[in-house]
């Protein structure tokens, strides 16, 4: 499963929408919809990554990390 199908797929599961994921990483309400719909930005920017990751409590790795947070480590 690719970093877009997964991060629809946790988003839904926990009752957020893309918008709302959005602006919880200081984005503009459409920044995930395009990223998940037209592809841009190719990956998500590590920090955004990383603090999606950190509001959804999934595996960084599932968004396309390297180096990994996963739930249950300090931030």
């Known amino acids: ?6 991060l629809i797929r946790v988003a839904a ?5 893309l918008s709302q994921l959005s602006l919880k990483v200081g984005r ?5 919809a395009r990223y998940v719909a037209r592809g841009s930005p190719r990956r998500l920017p590590d920090l ?9 409590e999934l595996d960084e790795r599932l968004l396309g990390a390297r180096d990994p947070w996963a739930p249950g480590e300090p931030v």
Do not use: D, K, N, Q
Request: no cysteine; charged share 30%; glycine share 8%.
């Open 1 to 6: 499963m690719s970093a877009r199908e997964t």
């Open 13 to 17: 599961e926990r009752g957020e929408s």
């Open 28 to 32: 503009s309400p459409g920044y995930l």
């Open 48 to 56: 955004e990554r990383r603090h999606l990751a950190i509001v959804l």
